[in-house]
């Protein structure tokens, strides 16, 4: 004979194992210190300001038109 359940209790059950599951992930991504929030972004700027010091611009024309 099969197990009877009660199927509220497993709704329920189920239901928790998917919000924790969620929680978790949730603490993963934003659960980091102002600290570490803002030498990630420290660090993304520098890299950002490293790139653009690297890009070649077209010398300036005479006429404002491309020499194209």
Do not use: C, W, Y
């Not at 099969?2 to 924790?20: D, F, G, P, S, W």
């Not at 949730?26 to 803002?38: C, H, L, M, T, V």
């Not at 972004?41 to 490293?50: C, D, G, I, L």
């Amino acid at each position: 004979m099969a197990e009877i359940i009660n199927l509220r209790r497993a709704r329920k059950q189920r239901q928790r194992v998917a919000t924790e599951t969620k929680a978790d992930q949730n603490r993963i991504d934003f659960g980091r210190s102002k600290a570490e929030r803002s030498l990630t972004e420290a660090r993304r700027e520098k890299a950002t300001r490293e790139l653009d010091g690297h890009k070649l611009t077209p010398p300036p024309d005479d006429k404002g038109e491309n020499p194209r």
